[in-house]
């Protein structure tokens, strides 16, 4: 799940078309991970895992605000990746929505993927070790 987020959305770093969606599927992929790991790790991690579930689907809404975001529920016989994985991930979103907002003349969208930037940085941030 996160390596295929994560092959999606560098193959559209350069490119305009398709990086919401790309950046859309990544942010779910992070909630859905942080959901199971919630609900499968120590317990002791849970309230970073809520965090991290948190940032995602704030940033899954930035992109999307006048729809009421789904997050599918993670398949249960995958493991919950590695935080590194998950870290990266959100690192390369970050580059991505803040290249893609420099390059758009809406300013609405423009903002919007600032903002999606922001969350993605804080899902980043919150894992750096």
């Known amino acids: ?9 560098k193959q559209h770093q350069s490119t305009a078309v398709g990086v919401i969606e790309a950046a859309k599927d990544a942010f779910t992929v992070i909630a859905a991970s942080m959901e199971l790991a919630e609900e499968t790790r120590p317990p002791e991690l849970h309230a970073s895992y809520a965090l991290l579930h948190q940032e995602a689907v704030d940033g899954l809404a930035a992109l999307s605000p006048r729809a009421n975001a ?7 016989a995958v493991d919950v990746p590695e935080l590194e994985k998950i ?24 903002l919007a993927l600032l903002n999606a930037a922001a969350h993605a940085a804080q899902i980043r941030d919150l894992l750096a070790p």
Request: charged residues 20%; proline residues 2%.
């Open 70 to 76: 789904v997050i599918p529920t993670a398949d249960r």
């Open 1 to 9: 799940m996160i390596t295929d987020a994560y092959e999606t959305l």
């Open 87 to 110: 870290s990266s991930l959100g690192g390369l979103l970050c580059e991505v929505l803040l290249t893609a907002a420099e390059h758009h003349t809406d300013v609405n969208q423009r």
